[in-house]
RNA sequence: GUCCCCAUCGUCUAGAGGCCUAGGACGCCGGGCUUUCAAUCCGGCAACACGGGUUCGAAUCCCGUUGGGGACGCCA
């Protein structure tokens, strides 16, 4: 039989790398025993639910590449059905009317927590008389739908990653599955869900182990067999708490905006509680292969930020410098770098060739936005602090004679290596070295210190912009011109 | 508080009783290359949480402790 596995975020907030990797787990194993991959939004929450959100995760997902064979279903298109089955489980006595308002649950609650024991239902409803439920009923009380949920004996939740779990049924109580309004709830929808939609395997985060006997339950009142269950770890931050805003970019799309690949993205979270041998470096292709359920690690992991931006830089050091050439493009021109008109006049070729003489520095997309810049237009950001250091009066000298040198040479001649020889040469007669000019010339052409080397630098910008960029340096440390350039 | 899960370098991990003097990767430190910064190469620092068992032998199995996380809603 084909697997069917799901993932059922909430629109509640943005797709966040937590919620990635579980899909992520779930999307490989799809791949890998070439089953179909649900998507459902679980959206019953009306009041919290924020429906412009679907879209964004869709987006996130696309982006990511995880892309769902079936749906996106929405549970709020759905209640009739979860009636259905509630209705049929009232129907045949395995759940029943709650009367009790939320105001006397919360007290209860707040009573046993208070006493050191566990918050547990009290049953005042499961064995109401007629009389007594026409009585509340004439009170204008809405009832609620709760389980008759074992009250002895042991649940036990056989999973695919941590083992044989078990549950004293004592522990649980009986939940509600039905609201007041006429809405269910989450672990009942879930089951529903699952059943209706022929889920084999429930691949999820770890915080759902809790609820997997509650929906144990569930399935045996309707008389299903169960799935598999398999939680996954989940993703901490650096404190070793849940991820959450206050920890800076945990959504999907805050990768995005910080210039990360998807694919850098997607072989983190894929190494994220899951290895295989020594390698790192996995191709979506060798993930689908590799990837086992089995070879999940159970503790919890820590989002590396160090280790996705050295994945990042392998990516773009080894990618293809057309595609990144466009992505960096778009960056630049989203960020503001370059109007789109400017960027229109820069050809492709330009752009694929910049990020290719860039990528052995920049780790981002947005690094490379950011650096590409003196080698795309003639507008150069100069450093105050830089200029001061390294354009200095006594260098002026040297740079005229570097830049009637350069002037003298052909378009064709202005190539790395010839260029290194012609300067090396006029600095030997002069008794200098080419330490004492590298940094000053580099800062003159580009108006940073870094970059590749100094006469690829030259080549790359070709002559007509660096005889014009070492004019203006000059001019500079000679105080002619504008010093506010 | 109660229940559930988890526990190897700072981080991600390898490790299924002897192959472990605990391996790899990121990061960090030092060095080579070099006009800078990278890339790259070489080298280094760095962990089995603790305590009891079981066994000829334990990172590996069992129990406990500690620590961390999660759950305990008419949220999902």
Known sequence: ????????????????????????????????????????????????????????????????????????????????????????????????????????????????????????????????????????????????????????????????????????????????????????????????????MGITHVIRADEHLNNTPKQIFIYEALGYALPQFAHVPMVLAKDRTKLSKRHGATAVFEFRDRGILPEALVNHLARLGWSCGDQEIFSREELIEKFSLESVNPAAAIFDDEKLLWLNHHYIKTGDPRRLGKLVRTFAVRRGFLTEAEAGKIPEERWAAVVDFLKERKRTLLELAEGALPFLTDRLNYDPKVVEKFLTADKATLLQEIAEILQAMSEQNFRAAVLEERVRIHLESQGRALKEIAQPCRVALTGVTTGPGLFETMEFLGKAWVIARLKRAIEKIQGVGSPAR
């Open 1 to 196: 039989m084909k697997p069917r596995v799901r993932f059922a975020p909430s629109p509640t907030g943005e797709l966040h790398v937590g919620g990635a990797r579980t899909a992520l787990f779930n999307w490989l194993f799809a791949r890998k025993h070439r089953g179909v991959f649900v998507l459902r939004f679980e959206d019953t929450d009306i009041e919290r639910n924020r429906p412009e959100l679907v879209e964004p995760i869709l987006e996130s997902f696309r982006w990511l590449g995880i892309l769902w064979d079936e749906g996106p279903y929405f549970q709020s298109q759905r209640f009739a059905l979860y009636r259905e089955y509630a209705e049929r489980l009232l129907r045949e006595g395995q759940a029943y009317r709650c009367y009790c308002a939320p105001e006397e649950l919360e007290q209860k609650r707040t009573q046993a927590m208070a006493a050191k024991r566990k918050p547990k239902y009290d049953g005042h409803c499961r064995n109401l008389s007629s009389e007594e439920q026409k009585r509340y009923e004439a009170e204008g009380r809405k009832p609620a739908l709760r389980i008759k949920a074992p009250q002895s004996g042991m649940t036990i939740v056989e999973d695919l990653i941590r083992g044989h779990v078990e549950f004293d049924n004592t522990e649980l109580d009986d939940f509600i599955i039905f609201r007041s309004d006429g809405r269910p709830t989450y672990n009942f929808a879930v089951v529903v869900d699952d059943v209706t």
